[in-house]
Nanobody
């Protein structure tokens, strides 16, 4: 059983920063790839960043160099530091867990979200000019 709970969303101006958190509760020793997705109004859900059990990360091209995914030592919280925010970063952001190792397909393939079963409830990020 895995439960995910996001927090940290809000309104920010273009160029600003926000830090999202995902509290992870699980009662299994299974390995999960932790992922942040986002869904903008009228668009499909897309993978943004991934972090595996060893701490290796990868990002979708639109956020590379601006977003940083990390996890705490106990691995029960995953963060998404978002800097230099753009208007087009406005979206609902979701924490997700995928059993097993991470794959680049999570932040590359447009249909990746269809294969994810574990989601948080989402947190809204609104970037305004």
């Amino acid at each position: 059983q895995v439960t995910l709970m996001e927090s940290g969303g809000g309104s920010v101006q273009v160029g600003g920063s926000l830090r999202l958190s995902c509290a992870v509760q699980k009662d299994t020793d299974s390995i999960y790839c932790m992922t942040w997705f986002r869904q903008a109004p009228g668009k499909e859900r897309e993978g943004v960043a991934i972090i595996d059990d060893s701490g290796s990360t990868d990002y979708a091209d639109p956020v590379k160099g601006r977003f940083t995914i990390s996890q705490d030592n106990a691995k029960n919280t995953v963060f998404l530091q978002m800097d230099s925010l753009l208007y087009e970063d406005t979206a609902m952001y979701y924490c997700a867990a995928v059993r097993g190792s991470c794959g680049l397909w999570l932040v590359r393939h447009p249909d990746a979200y269809k294969y994810v079963e574990l989601w948080g409830q989402g947190t809204l990020v609104n970037v305004s000019s």
